[in-house]
């Protein structure tokens, strides 16, 4: 079927937050800092406030009159002692001091938009600056100076997991040992759409509602009224189409408590939306992670220990899961495909001058998924191995399924020698040499990067599923997951329609709503598949089960004897029937005490996801490309994936997922990367005009397919889709390039592989 959105969402009738504008709606903007660290020796409002149009100005001081609690870390870990990790404090406007280039400072509430900016350059801030501390490795250096007095050595937490000691013991004994230095560059993550809200409150109830783009509205509920210091029924959290995320509109974030407190301040509702620029200095970074990695091989190239040491860019302060991220997320697929006896990874949060760092579609493991196949390509190039050799002597087989990694996680299905094989035969692999030489004949340089990929489905179990048959014949569905972009209207459509033997026209599907949703994890972790619709299909089958009773009260039958089939029950062996629409419209005449005990008065199922969430889609990758020695420019020349998703619902959806993911992850390769003045803390390229995300032009036609083994962990035998073509998405052009330029001599050059960092590594091998 035809993904069910596209339509509406083509032809302008979408819904985005820059659609929500309330009547008498006033608009915010934020003050910033424009140094990366110092002290706020003055702070002066008052000639912004008497400007023209300016209805309020918020400072930490109105703040804090009102109550109001900071940001944290929701999801904080422990370090390997013992110790709780440190989270400096956080209040929703700077205290006193200013962290990193961006944070917030006071925000201007005006009748419009020009006045509030206008306002803006009339609030006088003077600074004392202090030293600044641009990157992590800098961060640990000695004699570094300290960004928050409680981290004296600018580390939050120091953590590990895996098997140490047999690592070490691992890596001493075996004949060849190989070691690397992988940095993963800050990504400024940079969806189509930015981030806004609209905040409003009604003082006649003393409610508050945000309408804002998210991944998951009950979670902002509940950041909302906990930093408000009230009851969750007093928040309601409105999210209607997301122009994507790819996390970074997960987060709670100071500009959503602003744009409420301005409200009930003005009894006005307030709207703020970034501007495409303000988000380079206002959102949450990812990646940043610099890996120390070692491989360990014996003498005919099995792999017997894999170790990285890393550091991980908190930035000025621990956002909602950064710290998870750096952790738990970094090992769900370390080592991924590879069967290798024994692993450890160990990680410092550190702080740094500069924007907080969170979740990035994969969270953790696109880093560690391509250090891992960027130190195999070294390792072959280093000790004389095949490369494509070294791989399939070291993959996991299915007989070896389940299989149980020293990371403690067990993969559920797959045929990971299988996919390789298939994808390189689907890329012509054995035609590459051919390739590569008419290449050489033009003066070019060719290069083919061969990897595998693999993703842990996760993010939160906290799914509960209500359907109910409505009378006008439609049967509503309501899920806490939401839709930033993947089709979620289609995909549960489907699986509700499946369940119940109607058509997904039939089927309507309701998110964003905090008012009508209990409970609900949101969308992440590729948990729609695993948690969303294995719940949808138990809920509907409840609700099948529930009406059959209902039934047979209308048809006086007992319950047993009723039979369901595509929207109609009927009494077994006869022609009495009654259809959902007609059951649903007659339900409330039915006295409750007429049902069974404990089922409902309704045609409705509601249910919790029960079960393991965890799948592990996978899948190989080849990518081919052409260098041009003179300016270091490279051109991706063909791409091939075979990609192992489970049994795939809705297959428009799952090959947007994976093209997009890969789009992405050849960005982090080639061209994308935030950087930071080393002395001053400033962002060099923070904005459209510097910083290089990938275009239609910068990717070929993606050649993929499928190569499905279902789930045993799953009801539908599905698997997760989002962040499995991220995580593989930026090993695959890396090694390509240093492919190419292996005959050079060349070995490694730090991700992004841009054309600068390229030409320099050809004149230098020359």
């Known amino acids: 079927m035809h993904r069910r959105e596209d339509q509406r969402l083509l032809t302008g009738f979408g819904q985005f937050i820059e659609n929500h504008t309330p009547a008498h709606c006033a608009y915010g903007v934020v003050l910033r800092s424009p140094i990366a660290h110092g002290r706020i020796t003055s702070l002066d409002v008052e000639g912004a406030r008497a400007a023209a149009g300016v209805l309020d100005i918020l400072t930490h001081s109105e703040l804090e009159q009102s109550g109001i609690g900071p940001l944290r870390c929701r999801l904080p870990v422990t370090s390997r002692d013992g110790s709780a990790m440190i989270e400096p404090t956080r209040p929703i406007l700077a205290n006193g001091w200013v962290k990193y280039v961006g944070h917030p400072i006071a925000f201007v509430v005006a009748e419009t938009e020009a006045a509030a900016l206008d306002a803006l350059d009339l609030i006088d801030v003077d600074y004392e600056d202090a030293p600044v501390i641009a990157n992590p490795e800098s961060a640990v250096a000695d004699g570094a100076d300290a960004i928050w007095p409680e981290a004296l050595d600018n580390v939050s937490f120091t953590w590990e997991l895996g098997l140490p000691e047999a690592t070490r013991d691992a890596i001493s004994g075996a004949a060849h040992v190989v070691r690397l230095r992988v940095p993963h560059p800050r990504i400024a993550i940079s969806p189509v759409e930015t981030r806004g809200a609209v905040g409003e409150f009604d003082p006649t109830t003393e409610r508050f ?37 790819f996390a970074v509109k997960i987060w709670p974030y100071p500009e959503h408590v602003l744009c409420l ?59 909602p899961v950064g710290a998870s991220t750096a952790t738990q997320g970094a090992c769900r697929t370390f080592g991924h495909s590879y069967k290798i006896p024994t692993m450890h990874y160990e990680v410092r949060g550190v702080f740094t001058n500069a924007i907080p760092v969170d979740a990035y579609r994969g969270a953790g493991k696109p880093e560690s998924t391509g250090t891992m196949e960027r130190i195999i390509d070294f390792a072959a190039a280093k000790l004389g191995f095949d490369r494509l050799e070294l791989r399939r002597m070291n993959l996991v087989r299915p007989d070896d399924i389940p299989y149980l990694t020293p990371m403690n996680e067990t993969y559920d299905s ?45 993010g939160s179990t906290a799914e509960r599923i209500n359907i109910i048959a409505l009378p006008d014949g439609t049967v509503r569905v309501r899920s806490g997951a939401q839709d930033t972009g993947q089709g979620h209207q289609t995909a549960l459509a489907q699986v509700a329609a499946e369940a119940l033997g109607l058509t997904s026209d039939r089927i309507v599907v309701e998110q964003g709503d905090s008012d009508v949703l209990v409970k609900g994890g949101g969308s992440g972790g590729s948990n729609l598949m695993p948690v969303s619709a294995n719940t949808l299909h138990r809920a509907a089958l409840e609700m099948i089960e529930t009406s059959k009773a209902i039934a047979g009260h209308v048809l006086e039958a007992a319950a ?17 029937q009654i259809s959902f629409a007609e059951l649903a419209a007659r339900f409330p005449e039915i006295p409750a005490d007429a049902l ?72 982090e390769a080639l061209m994308e990367g935030v950087v930071f003045d080393p002395e001053t803390g400033q962002p060099v390229n923070g904005s459209m005009m510097d910083y290089a995300l990938p275009r239609a032009t910068d990717l070929p036609n993606l050649d993929l397919d499928w190569a499905a083994t279902g789930s045993p962990n799953s009801l539908l035998g599905v698997k997760g889709a989002g962040e499995l073509s991220s995580n593989g998405g930026n090993a695959p052009f890396a090694n390509a390039v240093i492919d190419a330029l292996a005959p050079l001599g060349v070995t490694h050059i730090d991700k992004p592989l841009t054309p600068e960092k390229v030409w320099r590594a050809i004149q230098s091998a020359k």
């Open 596 to 667: 069974e005990p404990g089922l409902r008065a309704g045609c409705v199922g509601e249910t919790d996801f029960e079960g393991i969430h965890t799948t592990f889609p996978n899948g190989a990758c080849v990518v081919e490309v052409e260098v041009d020695p003179e300016t270091g420019g490279t051109t991706v020349e063909r791409f091939t994936s075979i990609d192992d998703l489970g049994r795939i619902i809705d297959p428009g959806s799952a090959r947007g997922q994976i093209q997009g993911g890969f789009a992405q992850g050849m960005g």
């Open 209 to 245: 509602t945000l309408h804002t783009p998210s991944q998951g509205v009950v979670m902002l509920r509940t950041a909302m009224a906990e930093m408000f210091g009230i009851e969750e029924s007093a928040v309601r959290v409105v999210t209607e189409d997301v122009g994507g995320s």
């Open 560 to 576: 047993p004897d009723i039979e369901y089939e595509a929207g109609t029950f009927r009494i077994a062996g006869t022609d009495r």
């Open 261 to 319: 407190e301005a409200a009930r301040r003005t009894k006005r509702p307030v709207k703020w939306i970034a501007s495409r620029t303000e988000s380079f200095i206002a959102d949450a970074h990812g990646r940043a992670r610099v890996d120390q990695a070692t491989l360990a091989l014996d003498e005919h190239g099995r792999f017997l220990a894999f170790h990285i040491d890393a550091l991980s860019d908190l930035g000025a302060f621990v956002n």
């Open 414 to 458: 797959g045929d990971f020698p299988a996919i390789l094989e298939s994808a390189l035969t689907k890329a012509d692999y054995a035609g590459f040499p051919n390739r590569r030489q008419e290449s050489e004949s033009r003066g070019r340089l060719r290069g083919v990067g061969i990897t595998m990929h693999m993703h842990a489905s996760g």
